[in-house]
């Protein structure tokens, strides 16, 4: 979808990356050591079973976590480290250079809001631009996502589809034409047919703005689909990272060879054992009481290591 | 556009029926109950201390219209309200709906403005209080306005009369006036509105505030942050609108109960308006004025509910598509 990469300097540089969160029941280490990349025009997809903590890496790039999270690491972006900005200053990159798309679009627009303000917004609030003028822009935006009709502009979002709030959410996200579209789980709980769609849309959108694209998503088909690397996640860290095709096409990691194998065309095999706890995780590696190959090996902690020059990475004894 | 307005007009003209067959169903019941209480429907329609002989008890009646059949009555009662009269009291040996109209204009300067204004302040400073609720400020002047809200009104209107009127002389002791100019029905108002907008802004205050706390915590307001909306921009352009809903049901209530709900102001301060008027026909079971008051206290909730719906369906267009 979009084009080949030069490997000149990321536009986002996550750097050790960790969450952790204060709960009653304990600490919650949702994300540790997250470490990745993103170029101009690329589009990254973070993929791993519900619960991984890929949202939560997208939360916090943007400081949208709530308050009983503690993070650590960096996230670079045009020269600031986007975890240490006041909420003033992220609050005007959010939106503006970087968007981010929510997995429940209903829930996520204002109820009591028309949606053409809604998706006007960002050009009152980042650029100060009028409400009629703003209101010109997100039509053509919203026409060109195929909901041109006039009235829609002032309809609410209770008496649209999913679908179509995910598409205003999707010309919300773009208006201002972002460095970096987040997009969390853009397909979730739409069925087959609708994520297809709201996946080209979002393809539609890369070409439109430039924009690199950050994929937050379970559905592994819909990355291999739309996107340019991919990064596997289970239990919080980054187990495998590398090209789409090579990643797919070649799983090395025991966990993203048995995640692939759930899928229907390779026989809907499901992965023994049940996903860890995130208070107490396993020693070692994480995935070691689910994996076929484990050894003594696997009960110390292992780094994630590049496996060749072309930015393969994985996190397994074996390699 | 016009399909909005559509859906509008049949949502309004619905509700105005719905509320219209209210006012008929309880003016009807304020018909049938002197007459359907036990005992003389002439002393239930007079009040059971006026004393009157024989002869006068004889002329009432064929007066009222007492002697005719019920649906004669029926027709008569409602050709009266129409004409605005309200009966005659007794106690007070005037028509009631002079007494009324002379009453109530005296409680509504007193409490129109401690409404409009506590409603107005309570929203304002109740949005920001739960906006910043983690702010040591603000939690102080919660606590403040929490002891304001659990304090009886009549202890405080006692305080504030004590303190500041008897004790400092800054305002005048009671009544609504002593000369009667503009000036000085604003010297003798300024104590009890002060008091009664307290009471309404405490009341509004701690339901916005929660409401506030509640609809922060949702997703859309997380996503406008996401948008990059900052402090209190996010407040005002998505919060405040969803918060302020459960306060339009309280607004209607507040404004339904106008004439009586100034009671205890109007009793401390020597006010004579409505509520004391209702007071005194209460102890002196003077049942014409009771049932005026009644009829006009119908009216003014019916049709403040009236006006909520309207509202609430301007502001929330969920409910006027449903």
Redesign the interface.
């Known amino acids: 979808m979009s084009m080949c990469h030069d490997m000149n300097a990321p536009i986002l540089q996550v750097v050790g990356l960790s969450v952790r969160f204060e709960t009653p029941l304990g600490l919650v280490h949702a994300a540790e050591d997250v470490a990745f990349d993103i170029h101009e025009t690329e589009t990254l997809a973070l993929v791993g079973e519900t619960g991984c903590g890929k949202s939560v890496v997208a939360s916090a790039i ?1 400081q ?1 976590l709530p308050g009983n999270a503690v993070v650590d690491g960096k996230a670079l972006f045009s020269k600031m480290d986007l975890l240490k900005l006041e ?2 200053e992220i ?6 250079e970087i ?2 798309i ?1 997995q ?1 679009p209903s ?7 028309e949606v053409g303000e809604q998706i006007a ?2 050009l009152q ?2 650029r100060k631009m009028a409400r009629r003028e703003s209101h010109h822009v997100a039509k053509g935006l919203l026409s060109r996502l195929g909901l041109g009709e006039r ?1 829609l502009m ?1 309809m ?1 979002p ?2 649209f589809s999913g679908g179509m709030n995910q598409r205003v ?1 999707i010309a ?1 996200s773009m208006i201002l034409s972002p460095k970096i579209i987040i997009a969390d789980e853009p397909t979730k709980g739409l069925d087959r047919a609708l994520a297809r769609d709201v996946a080209a849309e979002i393809c539609k959108v890369m070409d439109l703005t430039g924009a690199s694209l950050l994929l937050i998503t379970h559905d592994i088909s819909l990355a291999g689909m739309i996107s340019d690397r991919i990064a596997v996640m289970y239990c919080g860290e980054i187990v495998e990272m590398g090209k789409c095709k090579e990643v797919l096409g070649e799983p090395l990691h025991p966990y993203t060879r048995a995640l692939l194998d759930c899928l229907p065309e390779r026989g809907f095999k499901p992965i023994p054992g049940a996903s860890p706890s995130m208070i107490h995780p396993p020693q070692g590696c994480k995935f070691h009481p689910r994996c076929p190959h484990k050894t003594q090996e696997c009960m110390q902690k292992q780094r994630i290591r590049k496996i060749d020059g072309d930015g393969r990475q994985v996190r397994c004894w074996q390699y | 556009m016009s399909c909005t307005n559509g859906a509008t007009m049949t949502f309004s003209g619905k509700k105005a029926i719905r509320y219209l067959l209210a006012i008929i169903l309880i003016f009807s019941l304020n018909f049938a109950i002197p007459r359907a209480m036990p005992g003389d429907p002439l002393a239930n329609l007079l009040g059971e201390d006026v004393m009157l002989t024989e002869e006068s008890i004889a002329e009432l009646r064929a007066k009222m219209g007492l002697d005719l059949p019920l649906h004669h009555q029926f027709m008569a009662y409602w050709r009266d309200i129409f004409r605005f009269d309200l009966g005659y009291s007794y106690h007070l040996h005037s028509p009631v709906s002079a007494i009324i109209l002379s009453r109530m204009k005296w409680t509504l300067l007193l409490a129109i403005p401690s409404l409009i204004l506590g409603a107005v302040l309570g929203t304002l400073l109740g949005a920001l209080a739960g906006w910043k609720s983690r702010d040591a400020g603000q939690k102080f002047e919660t606590g403040l306005v929490l002891m304001i809200y659990c304090t009886p009104p009549y202890f405080l209107s006692l305080l504030s009369l004590y303190a500041l009127s008897f004790k400092l002389g800054l305002f005048p002791l009671k009544g609504f006036y002593s000369t009667g100019s503009a000036l000085d029905i604003a010297h003798h108002l300024m104590l009890p509105v002060i008091v009664m907008t307290l009471f309404s802004l405490s009341r509004n205050y701690m339901i916005m505030r929660g409401s506030v706390i509640q609809e922060r915590g949702n997703l859309y307001a997380a996503y406008a942050r996401a948008k990059g909306l900052y402090g209190e921009e996010l407040l005002f352009r998505h919060v405040f609108k969803n918060a302020i809903l459960p306060i339009i049901t309280l607004l209607a209530l507040d404004f339904g109960f106008i004439l009586s709900g100034a009671l205890f102001i109007e009793i401390v301060f020597s006010m004579n308006g409505m509520g004391n008027l209702i007071y005194d026909a209460l102890l002196s079971r003077d049942y014409p004025v009771l049932q005026g008051s009644f009829l006009v206290i119908t009216l003014m909730v019916v049709s403040a509910n009236l006006l909520a719906d309207l509202l609430y369906s301007r502001i929330d267009p969920r409910v006027r598509w449903q």
Do not use: A, D
């Open positions: 943007m949208l909420e003033k609050s005007r990159i959010r939106g503006n968007s981010i929510f429940n829930l996520s627009l204002n109820p009591i809001i917004e960002p609030v980042h009235s002032s609410y209770f008496q959410m919300t």
